[in-house]
């Protein structure tokens, strides 16, 4: 089972234009307001390159929102294809991979996990540096 | 031999517009030397008798000096095997990671041990690292006992901007050559001040104490064990980099020309917490650009560096301004073609 929303606030912005950027502005889309209002855990992006907390903990169903809070350009990618060395990357058996894209500062992406199990994560252009990240999703109580 | 400093100083404009720059070309290499020549004299009376004789001796053992000596002068360089390879660096968006002065540990692999040592000749810090400026811990070395461009140590600033157009034509070491660069580079302080770099109405087109490949080299190996440039950064597979004569400025005026500036893009040479890794431990499968200004200048007539520091305009925590930048550029985009 695959992850059943995958969210990029930056994305979205850039793929509408202006009038997404107005409703960023005015208010966010009601998909994207209701997911930022209750993420189950928050991850900042670093300028020291490092996924801060490194590791958290959700139930399945539940969202997890990275900001990026350096001057640095970050990605959150649990994608094998984009991934250079095997170690960057883990995913539970059948589940889709996920990528933020570029994240400028300030920027945030969201994703929910529908699959219990581990997921290892990174930021592309920071793999050389090991900026990686663990999510470690447990079954719905 | 004596060989004027406007010999490895060479246009990056095209054959025509170089024959008329020739003129503003020694011009700026004459400038270039009077402006070094004072400094150094001052810190070349701070050394002692010993200190300046075994600086003058590993100066005189540089490597490479045959290999220059012999390309230097060539009027008519070969072009590269293939035709010319042009290519495109931006970056432009986030923010860049600078370099603070630190001591560099010494890799094994690049400079040996205590009782057969590698990598000493040359100016220190350009292309070799003076044993007596290591230091030593059963039986290995640990770390260049100097402050240097090369280190653990760094800073983030935001808003990186790089605009870098170039042109590998030229192969080897020359007297003139038809590689181009165009280079604009900048980024912001926490406080909102600007630095830039501006690069490159010169090119080096022959090195002083290294190979510069006409001033713009594409897919090499340079730094670590190979004696082209300093051996302080790890031996990294170089996709293109360039020498030239460029400007460094600070909110739009230019606080420090001519220097020589270097960029490279090359495989990711930095690990965990950005420490800058050894040979093993280079990350050949991705990539970063590299921005050098260097502490040092040429000295006129020799192929020799002498330290001087840059007029960066950045002050550091101590009070003390930065004198170089070294500055790496990571969210890139990379375009490259072959031919005119």
């Known amino acids: 089972m695959s992850p059943v929303s995958t969210h990029s606030l930056a994305r979205t912005r850039w793929l509408l234009g202006p009038a997404a950027v107005l409703l960023f502005l005015v208010g966010r889309a009601p998909e994207a307001q209701a997911q930022s209002s209750s993420p189950a855990a928050t991850v900042d992006m670093t300028n020291t390159l490092s996924f801060a907390p490194d590791t958290v903990r959700v139930q399945a169903g539940e969202t997890v929102r990275w900001t990026n809070g350096s001057v640095i350009v970050h990605t959150v990618t649990a994608d094998p294809e984009e991934a250079t060395t095997d170690e960057s990357v883990r995913l539970p058996e059948g589940t889709a991979p996920f990528d933020s894209g570029t994240l400028d500062p300030e920027e945030r992406f969201e994703h929910t996990f529908e699959v219990p199990g581990t997921y290892r994560y990174f930021c592309i252009p920071h793999e050389g540096a090991k900026m990686y990240g663990t999510v470690i999703v447990t079954p719905a109580e | ?340």
């Open chain 2, 1 to 340: 031999m004596t060989i004027p400093l406007s010999r490895f100083l060479s246009s990056s404009r095209p054959f025509g517009q170089r024959l008329l720059r020739r003129g503003a070309s020694v011009l700026a290499a004459l400038a270039l030397v009077l402006m070094v020549w004072a400094p150094s004299a001052q810190a070349q009376e701070k050394m002692s008798e010993k200190e300046k004789q075994m600086l003058a001796q590993l100066q005189e053992m540089n490597q490479a000096d045959g290999y220059l000596e012999a390309h230097r002068d060539v009027q008519q360089p070969m072009e590269l095997l293939g035709g010319p390879l042009s290519f495109t660096i931006r970056q432009t968006s986030g923010g860049v990671f600078v370099s603070l002065p630190d001591n560099r540990t010494l890799d094994p692999d690049v400079f040996g041990a205590p009782d057969q040592p590698l990598a000493f000749t040359g100016t220190p810090g350009i292309t070799g690292v003076p044993v007596p400026m290591r230091g030593v811990s059963d039986g290995q070395f640990t770390q260049f006992e100097r402050m240097s461009p090369f280190g653990d140590k760094n800073t983030t600033m935001a808003n990186g901007n790089l605009m870098l157009q170039a042109t590998d034509r030229t192969a080897t070491d020359a007297a003139t050559t038809e590689d181009e660069v165009t280079l604009k580079a900048s980024w912001e302080d926490q406080d909102g001040n600007t630095y830039a770099i501006r690069c490159c109405e010169l090119l080096v087109s022959a090195g002083p104490e290294f190979p510069t490949f006409g001033g713009v080299v594409t897919n090499h190996i340079l730094h670590g064990f190979t004696g082209i440039g300093t051996p302080l950064m790890p031996t990294e597979y170089t996709y293109a980099a360039f020498w030239g004569m460029g400007a460094v400025l600070k909110n739009g005026e230019v606080v420090d020309k001519p220097r020589i500036v270097h960029g490279m893009l090359t495989e990711y040479v930095r690990g965990e917490n950005y420490k800058l890794v050894s040979d093993s431990e280079v990350t050949p499968t991705r990539r970063h650009f590299h921005l050098m200004v260097a502490p040092f200048m040429p000295v006129k007539g020799e192929h020799k560096f002498q330290p001087k520091d840059v007029a960066t305009g950045f002050e550091l925590p101590n009070g003390m301004e930065l004198p170089f930048w070294h500055v790496m550029f990571e969210n890139l985009e990379i375009e490259s073609q072959r031919g005119e």
